[in-house]
Protein backbone atom coordinates (compact mmCIF):
# COMPACT_ATOMS: atom_id res chain seq x y z
CA UNK A 1 0.00 0.00 0.00
CA UNK A 2 3.03 2.22 0.80
CA UNK A 3 4.62 1.87 -2.31
CA UNK A 4 1.39 2.46 -4.53
CA UNK A 5 1.40 5.99 -2.54
CA UNK A 6 5.02 6.37 -2.96
CA UNK A 7 4.69 6.03 -6.77
CA UNK A 8 1.63 7.98 -7.14
CA UNK A 9 3.69 11.02 -6.24
CA UNK A 10 6.33 10.77 -9.65
CA UNK A 11 2.89 9.97 -11.72
CA UNK A 12 1.42 13.22 -10.29
CA UNK A 13 4.19 15.36 -11.18
CA UNK A 14 4.59 14.02 -14.44
CA UNK A 15 1.24 14.33 -14.71
CA UNK A 16 1.15 18.17 -13.80
CA UNK A 17 4.50 19.16 -15.54
CA UNK A 18 3.25 17.97 -18.67
CA UNK A 19 -0.14 19.55 -18.68
CA UNK A 20 1.34 23.44 -17.51
CA UNK A 21 3.73 22.84 -20.20
CA UNK A 22 1.79 21.30 -23.24
CA UNK A 23 -1.32 23.95 -22.13
CA UNK A 24 -0.40 27.15 -24.06
CA UNK A 25 -1.53 29.48 -27.04
CA UNK A 26 0.26 28.39 -29.53
CA UNK A 27 0.61 27.26 -33.37
CA UNK A 28 -0.11 23.31 -32.87
CA UNK A 29 -2.61 23.77 -30.32
CA UNK A 30 -4.64 26.03 -32.67
CA UNK A 31 -4.68 23.66 -35.52
CA UNK A 32 -5.61 21.23 -33.64
CA UNK A 33 -8.78 22.78 -32.26
CA UNK A 34 -9.56 24.32 -35.42
CA UNK A 35 -9.16 21.07 -37.00
CA UNK A 36 -11.53 19.56 -34.36
CA UNK A 37 -13.77 22.10 -34.97
CA UNK A 38 -14.26 21.27 -38.76
CA UNK A 39 -13.94 17.26 -37.77
CA UNK A 40 -11.23 16.81 -40.05
CA UNK A 41 -8.81 14.18 -39.39
CA UNK A 42 -9.34 14.67 -35.80
CA UNK A 43 -8.23 10.99 -34.80
CA UNK A 44 -5.08 11.10 -36.87
CA UNK A 45 -4.20 14.30 -35.99
CA UNK A 46 -4.51 13.82 -32.24
CA UNK A 47 -2.42 10.70 -32.42
CA UNK A 48 0.47 12.14 -34.31
CA UNK A 49 0.61 15.17 -31.60
CA UNK A 50 0.53 12.47 -28.77
CA UNK A 51 3.08 9.98 -30.20
CA UNK A 52 5.57 12.13 -31.08
CA UNK A 53 5.18 13.89 -27.45
CA UNK A 54 5.48 10.36 -26.05
CA UNK A 55 8.35 9.45 -27.96
CA UNK A 56 10.26 12.40 -26.79
CA UNK A 57 9.12 12.44 -23.80
CA UNK A 58 10.12 8.81 -23.10
CA UNK A 59 13.43 9.64 -25.20
CA UNK A 60 14.06 12.47 -22.28
CA UNK A 61 12.95 10.47 -19.51
CA UNK A 62 14.95 7.37 -20.33
CA UNK A 63 18.60 8.88 -22.13
CA UNK A 64 18.90 12.53 -20.99
CA UNK A 65 17.50 11.13 -17.65
CA UNK A 66 20.12 8.45 -17.33
CA UNK A 67 23.27 11.12 -18.15
CA UNK A 68 22.16 13.50 -15.91
CA UNK A 69 21.54 11.21 -12.80
CA UNK A 70 24.81 9.42 -13.08
CA UNK A 71 26.77 13.15 -12.19
CA UNK A 72 26.19 15.23 -9.06
CA UNK A 73 26.83 17.99 -10.92
CA UNK A 74 24.29 17.53 -13.86
CA UNK A 75 22.12 16.93 -11.20
CA UNK A 76 22.88 20.17 -9.68
CA UNK A 77 22.86 21.95 -13.03
CA UNK A 78 19.53 20.09 -14.11
CA UNK A 79 18.16 21.70 -10.73
CA UNK A 80 19.37 25.39 -11.40
CA UNK A 81 18.46 25.09 -15.10
CA UNK A 82 14.73 23.75 -14.82
CA UNK A 83 13.57 26.12 -11.81
CA UNK A 84 15.22 29.00 -13.90
CA UNK A 85 13.35 27.66 -17.16
CA UNK A 86 10.12 27.13 -14.51
CA UNK A 87 10.90 30.71 -12.84
CA UNK A 88 10.95 32.58 -16.30
CA UNK A 89 8.05 30.01 -18.04
CA UNK A 90 5.98 31.42 -14.69
CA UNK A 91 6.94 35.23 -15.88
CA UNK A 92 6.08 34.34 -19.70
CA UNK A 93 2.68 33.27 -18.05
CA UNK A 94 1.97 36.44 -15.94
CA UNK A 95 2.65 38.48 -18.73
CA UNK A 96 0.74 36.81 -21.33
CA UNK A 97 -2.13 36.43 -18.54
CA UNK A 98 -1.67 40.56 -18.81
CA UNK A 99 -2.42 40.57 -22.68
CA UNK A 100 -5.48 40.54 -24.60
CA UNK A 101 -5.04 37.12 -26.35
CA UNK A 102 -6.93 34.43 -27.18
CA UNK A 103 -6.56 31.29 -29.10
CA UNK A 104 -7.88 31.55 -32.58
CA UNK A 105 -9.19 29.05 -34.86
CA UNK A 106 -8.32 30.59 -37.82
CA UNK A 107 -4.23 31.38 -35.83
CA UNK A 108 -2.86 27.87 -37.53
CA UNK A 109 -3.29 29.12 -41.00
CA UNK A 110 -5.27 28.42 -43.75
CA UNK A 111 -7.64 25.01 -44.58
CA UNK A 112 -5.54 22.05 -45.17
CA UNK A 113 -6.28 19.69 -48.34
CA UNK A 114 -6.68 16.36 -47.43
CA UNK A 115 -5.11 13.83 -45.17
CA UNK A 116 -1.54 13.68 -46.50
CA UNK A 117 -2.08 17.61 -46.40
CA UNK A 118 -3.06 17.02 -42.46
CA UNK A 119 -0.66 14.68 -41.26
CA UNK A 120 2.32 16.77 -43.00
CA UNK A 121 1.25 19.69 -41.02
CA UNK A 122 0.87 18.62 -37.98
CA UNK A 123 3.80 16.80 -37.99
CA UNK A 124 5.40 20.23 -38.81
CA UNK A 125 3.65 21.81 -36.06
CA UNK A 126 5.16 19.54 -33.60
CA UNK A 127 9.15 18.52 -34.53
CA UNK A 128 10.27 21.86 -36.54
CA UNK A 129 9.33 23.65 -33.10
CA UNK A 130 12.26 24.14 -30.86
CA UNK A 131 10.49 24.16 -27.68
CA UNK A 132 9.20 20.53 -28.02
CA UNK A 133 12.55 19.39 -28.02
CA UNK A 134 13.16 21.93 -24.57
CA UNK A 135 10.22 21.01 -23.11
CA UNK A 136 9.85 17.08 -23.29
CA UNK A 137 13.45 16.11 -23.89
CA UNK A 138 15.52 18.14 -22.03
CA UNK A 139 13.13 19.90 -18.88
CA UNK A 140 11.11 16.53 -18.81
CA UNK A 141 14.04 14.43 -19.30
CA UNK A 142 16.13 16.45 -16.22
CA UNK A 143 13.83 16.44 -13.90
CA UNK A 144 13.05 12.60 -14.54
CA UNK A 145 16.58 12.01 -13.91
CA UNK A 146 16.73 13.18 -10.33
CA UNK A 147 14.25 10.62 -9.30
CA UNK A 148 15.08 7.56 -8.27
CA UNK A 149 15.36 4.68 -11.87
CA UNK A 150 11.90 2.86 -10.80
CA UNK A 151 9.99 6.02 -10.80
CA UNK A 152 11.18 7.52 -13.85
CA UNK A 153 8.79 5.75 -15.69
CA UNK A 154 5.84 6.42 -13.81
CA UNK A 155 7.20 10.21 -14.08
CA UNK A 156 6.92 9.40 -18.44
CA UNK A 157 3.44 8.10 -18.29
CA UNK A 158 1.84 10.79 -16.14
CA UNK A 159 3.59 13.14 -18.53
CA UNK A 160 2.20 11.07 -21.57
CA UNK A 161 -1.01 10.74 -20.21
CA UNK A 162 -1.24 14.76 -19.68
CA UNK A 163 -0.34 15.02 -23.37
CA UNK A 164 -3.18 12.00 -24.18
CA UNK A 165 -5.64 14.13 -22.69
CA UNK A 166 -4.64 17.38 -23.97
CA UNK A 167 -4.93 16.58 -27.07
CA UNK A 168 -7.40 14.07 -27.96
CA UNK A 169 -9.77 16.52 -25.60
CA UNK A 170 -9.07 19.58 -27.56
CA UNK A 171 -9.59 17.96 -30.73
CA UNK A 172 -13.29 16.16 -30.24
CA UNK A 173 -13.99 18.50 -27.43
CA UNK A 174 -13.15 21.74 -29.80
CA UNK A 175 -17.04 21.97 -30.50
CA UNK A 176 -18.24 22.25 -26.88
CA UNK A 177 -15.36 23.99 -25.72
CA UNK A 178 -14.66 26.79 -28.76
CA UNK A 179 -16.35 29.44 -26.46
CA UNK A 180 -14.22 29.01 -23.51
CA UNK A 181 -10.87 29.25 -25.81
CA UNK A 182 -12.22 31.96 -27.66
CA UNK A 183 -12.14 34.21 -24.00
CA UNK A 184 -9.79 36.06 -23.12
CA UNK A 185 -10.45 36.06 -19.75
CA UNK A 186 -10.54 32.17 -19.95
CA UNK A 187 -7.01 32.24 -21.20
CA UNK A 188 -5.95 34.88 -18.53
CA UNK A 189 -6.93 32.67 -15.83
CA UNK A 190 -5.51 29.55 -17.52
CA UNK A 191 -2.23 31.70 -17.88
CA UNK A 192 -2.36 32.46 -14.21
CA UNK A 193 -2.76 28.64 -13.07
CA UNK A 194 0.29 27.50 -15.31
CA UNK A 195 2.33 30.29 -13.64
CA UNK A 196 1.84 29.62 -9.78
CA UNK A 197 2.50 25.89 -11.16
CA UNK A 198 5.93 26.54 -12.68
CA UNK A 199 7.30 28.33 -10.06
CA UNK A 200 5.46 25.84 -7.59
CA UNK A 201 7.54 23.67 -9.31
CA UNK A 202 10.72 25.85 -9.44
CA UNK A 203 10.25 25.72 -5.94
CA UNK A 204 10.14 21.89 -5.12
CA UNK A 205 13.12 21.80 -7.34
CA UNK A 206 15.83 23.96 -5.77
CA UNK A 207 14.61 23.77 -1.78
CA UNK A 208 15.97 20.18 -1.17
CA UNK A 209 19.35 22.21 -2.21
CA UNK A 210 18.94 25.13 -0.01
CA UNK A 211 18.05 22.80 2.91
CA UNK A 212 21.22 20.80 2.37
CA UNK A 213 23.44 23.62 2.51
CA UNK A 214 21.86 24.74 5.78
CA UNK A 215 22.46 21.52 7.56
Known amino acids: MTGAVLMQAPLLQGF ?9 IGSQNAFVLRQGLRREHV ?10 DALLILLGVGGFGT ?3 SSRNL ?13 FYGI ?7 KNEALSVDEAGKRVSGLAGAIATTLALTLLNPHVYLDTVILLGGIAGQL ?3 ERLVFAIGAAFASLLWFYGTGYGARILAPLFESRLSW ?28
Open 92 to 98: RSFRSAC
Open 75 to 87: MLMARWGGALFMF
Open 67 to 69: LVA
Open 148 to 150: PER
Open 16 to 24: SLGASLIMA
Open 43 to 52: FTICTICFLC
Open 188 to 215: KILDVLIGVVMWAIAGNLIWPVIAASRS
